[in-house]
């Protein structure tokens, strides 16, 4: 396409500093929100213009801000973006038409010597049409490109460095630039945080930017539980298809038949370290210290924290190690890093009373791992849920209680033999969305995925009885990755946020992996399981660009 032609030509040793390739630093103003982009990328300096893409969704009645930052260079001007269609009149008359990307503008810039003022008129062309969108309101939208006069020294890994540790916006842009110039590739999405990148400490370091993960929505979910009562839209994070799907079908059928019931049943979290046996009257020595000093011990372990508390210690020698199975109730928080302080500090106190050393980590513990201990003595939250589905349910599922009852036993038999000792459909999956959509430690998944799913005929064989014994759920409403934007947000919609929703929070999660356990099953009885994931599950190749 050429340049306008009441434009003059631009002399492009005017801007000799562009280099073709080179990424210029871009940010996109929404109302008073202010988000990166993306880089812009000079594709050719020509004398029609300077020619340079821009990945963005536009459309036909937002504004467009451009303004080169330099001193040879022109102020900023406002366009429309409707110029983007100007040689596609067939177009024009769409407002539904809108640009993911290859969106191309080529500014040319007036001659010196010319009386009109000093401007830059704005010229676009479409390279690609993506998709159709309805446009239901206007908004103002403002792209502020700044020249990179600074040369190549921010691609430096030297210049790296000195910011890797930043928390701050134009940092973190600036590390973005820095990697999508080292493996050549444009980095635009995970730019898009839409809340001060600051707050991200003590959840990250050397951050560049965030993650986007698709969040549905099921409900309303029916709980009858201890700590939730009531109807529940459930947050769902997750890039599988059919997941939402299922669990909103299991949250219409458990209605019929009143909800679920919820309860905690115990909740404790230890942490366990080893005394090093060098002499053989050690573990006399420090099992008679423990219990003459309990009452300072527990004192010093519970110094640090309003949250903590140190419920017992027990004590168990295993080769030449003693180990110590400290456990804690830390209210409505997550606690590892509470009980690691508090672990550390009562041994460092035992050690020197005892002069016997230590390590304040053992696996006795089970932390991010699965444990077989841990299963059967309990860690983090022990959580019941069940429910009566009802026959009028199972018949809109194809099935029946004897077949639901037929197929969980055979599927615990076989379970059993390949070692899981805790057989369920797909309990993780409801966790690790929740977990996910609610700023929990994604780690514990491998303790908090333990689940027990069990089935009975009842009323005659044609209700059935479902329990799920969630045995592992480790999980907080405070503290973490709770407070972060989005993870707020979703632990708003359920009404957890702060002290004193933790149980609520984990009879909500142990009712969502309820409600998707049958529906699964029966799909798999009924021989629709396959055909589902095929409709709803299969993304076939698509690249989000």
Known sequence: MGVD???????????????????????????????PIGNLTVENISEGGICISLPNR????????????????PNTREFPCSVVWQEEQNLLQSTELFIK????????????????????????????QVGLMSIGHSRYTSVNV?????????????????????????????????????????????????????????????????????????????????????????????????????????????????????EVISKNIHLDPMFIVQRES????LSRFIKQNYSEIKKIAESKSSHTTLLKIQEKLIGKNYVLKCIYDTGDAHGLNMINEATFNLCKFISSQTSIPFYHRSHYSGVKHHALLNEKEGYGRTVKASAIISSKALEMLGVNALLMKDFFDRCIECGTSAGISSVNVHAANAIAAIFLATGQDMADMTSAGVCSTTVEPVNDKKDLYIQCILKNLLMATVGGGTG????????????????????????????????????????VINETYVEIHNKYGRNKGKLVI
Request: glycine content about 8%.
């Open 146 to 262: 700044q020249n990179d006069q600074r040369g190549r020294d921010e691609f430096d890994y030297s210049y790296y460095k000195k910011i890797r540790k930043s928390y701050d916006r134009e940092n973190l842009e600036k590390k973005v630039n820095f990697l999508s110039h080292h493996i050549n590739k444009p980095l635009i999405h995970i730019r898009g945080c839409t809340y001060d990148t600051s707050y991200f400490k003590s959840n990250i370091e050397n951050p560049i930017g965030i993650i986007q993960i698709p969040l549905g929505l099921i409900g309303p979910l029916m709980v009858n539980g201890k700590s939730a009562v009531g109807e529940y839209y459930v947050p769902i994070a997750t890039t599988e298809g059919a997941l939402v799907l299922t669990y909103d079908l299991g949250a219409r059928l458990v209605r019929l038949t009143g909800g679920i019931k919820t």
């Open 484 to 523: 972060l934007g989005t993870q707020n947000e979703c632990l708003e919609i359920l009404g957890c946020v702060g002290s004193g929703k933790s149980d609520k929070l984990a009879e909500i999660i142990a009712a969502t992996v309820l409600a998707g356990e049958f529906p699964t099953a029966a799909a």
């Open 58 to 73: 536009l459309s036909s009645n937002e504004k467009i801000r451009v303004s080169f930052v330099g001193d040879d260079l």
């Open 5 to 35: 032609p009441d434009v003059k030509t631009l002399r492009s040793r005017q801007y000799s500093r562009f280099v073709t390739g080179r990424a210029i630093s871009a940010n996109i103003k929404l109302g008073l929100r202010e988000n």
């Open 101 to 128: 990307t290859g969106i191309k503008f080529i500014f040319a810039q007036v001659d010196k010597s010319d009386e009109k003022d000093d401007i830059k008129k704005l010229l676009a062309i479409v390279s690609k």
């Open 282 to 285: 050690d573990p006399q020595t």
